[in-house]
C-alpha cells in the first residue's frame, strides 16, 4: 500500500448510484468507467472500462438490501481494482450491512460482522471510509484504517434552524438504553437536555416500552437514533413518550433508512411529526411517506474522500 495513489478516480455498484454521482458532482469529477452487472445466473460481474494504475481509487457501495449482491458487488470491485494495480483502494460505504451481528448474542451465533471485515480486507481494501456504524467497536474488527463518520452535525444544523441552540422547550430523546452516548453527544451540540426510553426487548423486532427516564411533559422532542428498520421501536418510543411522558411534539433522525416490512405504515400511523434520514439508503418509491425528509451526506463524504487522498485529519467532520 502506498500513501495515496497519483489521482483520485471514483466508482460505484448498483446500491446508490444517485449518491455516487452527487459525491463526485461536489468534488467537481465525473464518476468512472465501471461496468458492475449480473450474468444470467446471478453471478457478478464487473468491467473497468479505464486505467485505475497508481490511483487512488474510491469504490462507493452502500451494502443495503440486497444485501449479499450489493456486498459481493462490492468485493469483486475490490478485486478488479487490485488486479489492476491501483495505488491505494477505499471502499465507501455509507451504510455498513451485517453491523447489528457484532457479537454472539447467544451460544454458537456468528459474528457476522467480524466476517464482513475479513471479506473486505481479504478482497484488498486498503481503508474503509463508512458513516454511523450500529456499534462503533466493528471498527476494531478491521486491521486496516477505518474512517466512521457521524450524521450529527447534519442533523444538529437541520434542527438548530429549526429549534434554535439550547432552546428549554425541546428535549433530546435516546430510543434505547445503548443509544444513550451518541443521544448524549447530539444534545450537546444542540444544548439540549437528554430523556431515555427505557425498554424491555421481548423478541426480534419487538419491543415493549417500559418507562421515560427525564420531563418530556409539554415539549417537543427530538428522537434520534442510528438506523430505522421496522419502525417499531421508534414507534413506540414516540406512543410512549405522548402517551405516557405528555410530550407535545415528537420529531425523530435517524442515520439509515432500512426501512423494512411495516415501517412506512407504522411511521405514518405514529404520533411522530417529522422524521429527518440520511441518504446512505437510497430512497425507494415505494417506502416514500409524507412524513419523511431526506438529508443529503454527499458534500461530507466528498470531504472526506479528499481528505483521505490529501492525509488530512477527519476532526473537522465532527463538529
Not at 40 to 47: F, I
Not at 225 to 234: E, F, R, W, Y
Given at each position: 500500500?502506498?500513501?495515496?495513489?497519483?489521482?483520485?478516480?471514483?466508482?460505484?455498484?448498483?446500491?446508490?448510484?444517485?449518491?455516487?454521482?452527487?459525491?463526485?458532482?461536489?468534488m467537481?469529477?465525473?464518476?468512472?468507467?465501471?461496468?458492475?452487472?449480473?450474468?444470467?445466473?446471478?453471478?457478478?460481474?464487473?468491467?473497468?472500462?479505464?486505467?485505475?494504475?497508481?490511483?487512488?481509487?474510491?469504490?462507493?457501495?452502500?451494502?443495503?438490501?440486497?444485501?449479499?449482491?450489493?456486498?459481493?458487488?462490492?468485493?469483486v470491485m475490490?478485486?478488479?481494482?487490485?488486479?489492476?494495480?491501483?495505488?491505494?483502494?477505499?471502499?465507501?460505504?455509507?451504510?455498513f450491512?451485517?453491523?447489528?451481528?457484532?457479537?454472539?448474542?447467544?451460544?454458537?451465533?456468528?459474528?457476522?460482522?467480524?466476517?464482513?471485515?475479513?471479506?473486505?480486507?481479504?478482497?484488498?481494501?486498503?481503508?474503509?471510509?463508512?458513516?454511523?456504524?450500529?456499534?462503533?467497536?466493528?471498527?476494531?474488527?478491521?486491521?486496516?484504517?477505518?474512517?466512521?463518520l457521524?450524521?450529527?452535525?447534519?442533523?444538529?444544523?437541520?434542527?438548530?434552524?429549526?429549534?434554535?441552540?439550547g432552546?428549554?422547550?425541546?428535549?433530546?430523546?435516546?430510543?434505547?438504553?445503548?443509544?444513550?452516548?451518541?443521544?448524549?453527544?447530539?444534545?450537546?451540540?444542540?444544548?439540549?437536555?437528554?430523556?431515555?426510553?427505557?425498554?424491555?426487548?421481548?423478541?426480534?423486532?419487538?419491543?415493549?416500552?417500559?418507562?421515560?427516564?427525564?420531563?418530556?411533559?409539554?415539549?417537543?422532542?427530538?428522537?434520534?437514533d442510528?438506523?430505522?428498520?421496522?419502525?417499531?421501536?421508534?414507534?413506540?418510543a414516540?406512543?410512549?413518550?405522548?402517551?405516557?411522558?405528555?410530550?407535545?411534539?415528537?420529531?425523530?433522525?435517524?442515520?439509515?433508512?432500512v426501512?423494512?416490512?411495516?415501517?412506512?405504515?407504522?411511521?405514518?400511523?405514529?404520533?411522530?411529526?417529522?422524521?429527518?434520514?440520511?441518504?446512505?439508503?437510497?430512497?425507494?418509491?415505494?417506502?416514500?411517506?409524507?412524513?419523511?425528509?431526506?438529508?443529503?451526506?454527499?458534500?461530507?463524504f466528498?470531504?472526506?474522500?479528499?481528505?483521505?487522498?490529501?492525509?488530512?485529519?477527519?476532526?473537522?467532520?465532527?463538529?
Amino acid at each position: 500500500m502506498i500513501a495515496h495513489g497519483k489521482d483520485i478516480k471514483i466508482f460505484c455498484g448498483n446500491s446508490n448510484r444517485k449518491l455516487a454521482e452527487d459525491i463526485s458532482r461536489q468534488m467537481g469529477t465525473r464518476l468512472g468507467d465501471m461496468n458492475v452487472s449480473h450474468f444470467s445466473d446471478g453471478e457478478v460481474s464487473v468491467s473497468l472500462n479505464e486505467t485505475v494504475r497508481g490511483s487512488d481509487v474510491f469504490l462507493i457501495q452502500s451494502t443495503c438490501a440486497p444485501v449479499n449482491d450489493n456486498l459481493m458487488e462490492l468485493l469483486v470491485m475490490i478485486d478488479a481494482c487490485r488486479r489492476a494495480s491501483a495505488g491505494r483502494i477505499t471502499a465507501v460505504i455509507p451504510y455498513f450491512g451485517y453491523a447489528r451481528q457484532d457479537r454472539k448474542a447467544k451460544s454458537h451465533d456468528p459474528i457476522s460482522a467480524k466476517l464482513v471485515a475479513n471479506l473486505l480486507t481479504s478482497a484488498g481494501a486498503d481503508r474503509v471510509l463508512t458513516m454511523d456504524l450500529h456499534a462503533p467497536q466493528i471498527q476494531g474488527f478491521f486491521d486496516i484504517p477505518v474512517d466512521n463518520l457521524v450524521g450529527a452535525p447534519l442533523f444538529a444544523a437541520y434542527y438548530l434552524k429549526m429549534f434554535g441552540e439550547g432552546n428549554d422547550e425541546v428535549m433530546v430523546v435516546s430510543p434505547d438504553v445503548g443509544s444513550v452516548a451518541r443521544s448524549r453527544n447530539f444534545a450537546h451540540k444542540m444544548g439540549m437536555n437528554l430523556a431515555i426510553v427505557d425498554k424491555r426487548r421481548e423478541r426480534a423486532n419487538q419491543s415493549e416500552v417500559m418507562n421515560i427516564i427525564g420531563d418530556v411533559s409539554g415539549k417537543k422532542v427530538i428522537l434520534f437514533d442510528d438506523m430505522v428498520d421496522t419502525a417499531g421501536s421508534l414507534c413506540g418510543a414516540a406512543k410512549a413518550l405522548t402517551e405516557i411522558g405528555g410530550a407535545r411534539d415528537v420529531y425523530a433522525c435517524a442515520s439509515h433508512a432500512v426501512l423494512s416490512g411495516s415501517a412506512i405504515s407504522r411511521i405514518n400511523d405514529s404520533p411522530i411529526k417529522e422524521l429527518v434520514l440520511l441518504d446512505t439508503i437510497p430512497e425507494i418509491e415505494s417506502k416514500r411517506s409524507d412524513k419523511i425528509k431526506f438529508l443529503s451526506v454527499a458534500a461530507m463524504f466528498g470531504e472526506a474522500i479528499e481528505r483521505v487522498y490529501a492525509e488530512i485529519a477527519m476532526s473537522a467532520l465532527f463538529d
